[in-house]
């Protein structure tokens, strides 16, 4: 499996921005599709964004418009660019590699890294 390393987390007032980085412990360009998760206190784990191998991105409703996800090859990193953020937008957020020929192992998971917006 891919191993993920999330960093860039932290305590922010509402309106203002983070980036969120996901190093993987492999070619980034190898994987089918890099997702970014979010975990709110109490709810369940939803999609916030996605980059696919060829770069087609798509993203929750809820984040459109504010948050961007991009990647650096060269680095094997995944970012989350996070503008206008929100009191509603506090959760652990987790990097995800998805890789359906891994069967089983097809998604690897980071250990998450947290994100607190203050009102």
């Known amino acids: 499996q891919v191993q993920l390393v999330e960093s860039g987390g932290g305590l922010v007032q509402s309106g203002g921005s983070l980036r969120l980085s996901c190093v993987a412990s492999?070619?980034?360009?190898?994987?089918?599709?890099m997702h970014w998760y979010r975990q709110p206190p109490g709810k369940e784990r939803e999609l916030v964004a996605a980059?696919?191998?060829?770069?087609?991105?798509n993203y929750a409703d809820s984040v459109k418009g504010r948050f961007t996800i991009s990647r650096e090859g060269a680095k094997n990193t995944v970012y989350l660019q996070m503008n206008s953020l929100k009191p509603e937008d506090t959760a652990v957020y987790y990097c995800?590699?998805?890789?359906?020929?891994?069967?089983?192992?097809?998604?690897?998971w980071g250990q998450g890294t947290q994100v607190t917006v203050s009102s």
């Open positions: 492999e070619n980034i360009f190898s994987i089918n599709v």
């Open positions: 995800n590699a998805f890789r359906p020929s891994m069967g089983q192992f097809a998604n690897s």
């Open positions: 980059i696919t191998s060829g770069g087609r991105t």
